[in-house]
Nanobody
């Protein structure tokens, strides 16, 4: 059974940086395409970024392009999201997601989810 645990969230001022981590256990990370999504209360889950099994292919949501970088370390079974130049509108609960079928920009393309880590950006 796959378990995903996010960490690294917190409170940061606008313009600051955070690095989120997602540790996968129960299987090897290399078997999964991975993604980050975020969600505000009362809103739909929004695509942030995704990465293929080997890391050779990545996609980003328009609102985070040029500011966020998704990466993975399969040896450490860990997914990362480096977030730079953070804006108040980046405030959300950030989730990592995994699926063996391949990358998708839709949350319906992912079978396994973490519990989320809160990111709050103050102006």
């Amino acid at each position: 059974q796959v378990q995903l645990v996010e960490s690294g969230g917190g409170l940061v001022q606008a313009g600051g940086s955070l690095r989120l981590s997602c540790a996968l256990s129960g299987r090897t990370l290399s078997s999964f395409a991975m993604a980050w999504f975020r969600q505000d209360p009362g809103k739909e889950r929004q695509f942030v970024a995704c990465i293929s099994w080997t890391g050779s292919t990545t996609y980003y949501g328009d609102s985070v392009k040029g500011r966020f970088t998704i990466s993975r370390d399969n040896a450490k079974n860990t997914l990362y999201l480096q977030m730079n130049n953070l804006k108040p509108e980046d405030t959300a609960l950030y989730y990592c997601a995994a699926d063996e079928r391949g990358i998708s920009l839709s949350p319906f393309g992912y079978k396994d989810w973490g519990q989320g880590t809160q990111v709050t950006v103050s102006s």
